[in-house]
């Protein structure tokens, strides 16, 4: 621990307390976690935050963790939807194996490489554009194709969720079934990790419903 005398470094006051308090850290295609931080207050300005430091290395460990975790999870992603590292690798000229290593631990994965990674996993098609030969033409027909089918793809959620049904469906996942004394079924509100979020959408969805109705 640093010996040297601790002080603020807005004020230059002594009067200093800490007090723990829960950081939020998050990666791209891994989900997120909270760690326990150490934060400085000073009793005479009241300023707050990491005076001496204290928390770098714990914050700096649990964002290689994170990324790691990306990385695995993007591979992960790519094998269950049958595209094998082997043909990836041969698309993007990459040594043999080398996605194995980095899913694996066994090499650690560059800064380069995660970049990389999650190119390819938010826009699997770039992989067909690498397949051949990153050819301007063949690349933007594959752009252009892919870019159709995703817009197809958001109408055709939009078309429902237009129909009552969709409706029905999107209220029905804010609830879950309760049996009642004779039998019978009732909805309950499901409990969320993000209250304010789900009623504000509820109420979208319900507000949706009532113009449909009009």
């Known amino acids: 621990m640093n010996c040297e005398k601790r002080i603020c470094p807005v004020c230059g006051s002594e009067d200093i307390y800490e007090k723990k308090k829960k950081h939020r850290i998050k990666e791209p295609f891994a989900r997120e ?7 400085n207050v000073c009793r005479t300005c009241e300023s707050k935050g990491d005076f001496f430091d204290n928390n770098d290395e714990i914050i700096e460990k649990k964002i ?3 990324k ?3 990385v695995e999870n993007i591979l992960e992603y790519f094998i269950k939807n049958k595209r094998s590292l082997t043909s990836i690798e ?5 040594p043999f194996r080398t996605l194995a290593k980095w899913k694996n631990k066994i090499t650690k994965t560059s800064a380069a490489g995660i970049a990389l990674l999650r190119f390819i996993r938010l826009f699997p098609w770039l992989l067909e554009v690498a397949e ?9 027909n594959i752009m252009l194709k892919n870019s159709m089918q995703e817009l ?3 109408i055709n959620i939009k078309k429902y969720l237009d129909t009552q049904e969709g409706i029905d469906l ?5 609830q879950k079934p309760l049996i009642t004394t004779n039998n019978s079924f009732e909805y309950m509100p499901v409990i969320s990790k993000f209250p304010e979020e789900d009623n504000q959408k509820l109420t979208e969805i319900t507000n949706l419903s009532s113009q449909e109705k009009i």
């Open 68 to 70: 790691q975790r990306s």
């Open 33 to 39: 976690e909270y760690i326990e931080i150490i934060e």
């Open 132 to 140: 051949n030969k990153y050819n301007p033409q063949k690349a933007e």
């Open 64 to 66: 290689k963790e994170l």
């Open 90 to 94: 041969r698309a993007l000229e990459i």
């Open 170 to 174: 999107e209220i029905s996942k804010f």
């Open 152 to 154: 197809q793809r958001i």
